[in-house]
């Protein structure tokens, strides 16, 4: 399988613990996003890297939120002190750097529920 | 910031009907995308389009860029159960390919 690749799929945390995420994009992508999404909403976007440049990160990336590339290739999401509103579907997804092109492929997410 | 609204947000249909839905915006946009979600899976591109007026189809779904390039729409012709699932539109918000995604149509077939 060369899609995108998340993992867990799902996490559920106690509120205040620290929990990370990974996601492995298509290989030769070096386009990769992070978008969150949460129920009955489209998908937010959080933070997109180039190669392992973060370039942008959104508003809604508070400080307790992290992300990393560090070789280019698989990112982490990490998120500290989680509370009960960072309970979302956490979707990565990876492109190719050519002109304008918007044909992300999105991974299967990882859900995360903090009680 | 931009905002997307689609209409339905929910429908069910009977199979072998055709279904339509639309996606409006508070602003221009030059570039409009219409993605399928599964239950428990990641959006999916169905349909890309870069010109007003545009028209493209992808099998049995055909999508249009409004000319006013503040709508678009999307029509499934003689839908399956397979269709079912939620329907985003979404257009470019800035640099970086980054997108801004619709409120959703959920779709549901009755066979």
């Known amino acids: 399988d060369t899609g995108v690749s998340q993992d867990p799929r799902h996490k559920i945390t106690k509120r205040g613990q620290n929990v990370t995420f990974r996601c492995d994009p298509i290989?030769?992508?070096?386009?990769l996003y992070w978008y969150r999404q949460t129920l009955g909403q489209g998908p937010e976007f959080l933070t997109y890297?180039?190669?392992?440049?973060?370039?942008?990160k959104s508003r809604l990336l508070s400080d307790r939120f992290s992300a990393e590339r560090p070789k280019g290739s698989f990112s982490t999401l990490e998120i500290q002190r989680t509370e009960q509103g960072d309970s979302a579907m956490y979707l990565c997804?990876?492109?190719?750097?050519?002109?304008?092109?918007?044909?992300?492929?999105f991974g299967s997410g990882t859900r995360l529920t903090v009680v | 910031g931009q905002q997307l609204n689609q209409s339905p947000q929910s429908m069910f249909i009977q199979e072998g009907e055709d279904v339509s839905m639309n996606c409006t915006s508070s602003?221009?946009?030059?570039?409009w995308l219409w993605y399928k979600q599964d239950p428990g899976e990641g959006p999916v591109l169905l349909i890309a389009?870069?010109?007003?007026?545009e028209l493209t189809s992808n099998g049995r779904l055909t999508a249009q860029f409004g000319i006013t390039r503040k709508d678009s729409f999307l029509n499934i012709s003689a839908s399956i159960p397979s269709d079912v699932g939620i329907y985003f539109c979404?257009?470019?918000?800035?640099?970086?390919?980054?997108?801004?995604f619709g409120t959703g149509t959920k779709l549901q077939v009755i066979p």
């Open positions: 997804a990876s492109s190719l750097l050519l002109g304008s092109n918007y044909g992300y492929t």
């Open positions: 290989s030769e992508h070096n386009r």
């Open positions: 890297f180039q190669n392992e440049a973060q370039l942008e």
């Open positions: 602003s221009i946009f030059n570039t």
């Open positions: 389009l870069y010109k007003a007026g």
């Open positions: 979404a257009g470019p918000s800035g640099g970086y390919q980054k997108v801004t």
